[in-house]
């Protein structure tokens, strides 16, 4: 704990960082979860895969997710802390995108809000820590 003007102040950057470093690696789990078992990943997603539907979706799927993770985790080695809310802020789009997708697709609402929602405001609570860096 720093002091400033004789205020004692908190460091967030652990927290902050940390939690983005949890949520960059979480993210290339979920990518590689779907390229290795494509069809319970897609289940777990909330929108369950047609056992007899193309699986290239699912691979798209996990591609992106790992690529937005890795990119997540080059971010924090290499950029500012600035760089890494930005990216998190777009990160919840996806997440907020992810929860209509649930919705609109026949999944349910506790996967929805309680998986992707609840995913984008932890997202945006780190964007918002590291903004305060």
Known sequence: MAVEDGLAVLDL?????G??????LFVVFIGARFLLVPQAAAAGYGVPARPDGDPAYLTVKGLKDLTF??????LIAFTTADAVAWFMLIVALVLLGDTL????S??????????HFATAAVVLLDAALLFAL
């Open 13 to 17: 950057s652990p927290l902050a960082y």
């Open 19 to 24: 939690l983005a470093i949890v949520l960059s």
């Open 106 to 115: 026949g999944g349910t609402k506790a996967v929805a809000f309680g998986i």
């Open 101 to 104: 997708i649930v919705l609109c």
């Open 69 to 74: 993770g890795l990119i997540g985790l080059a």
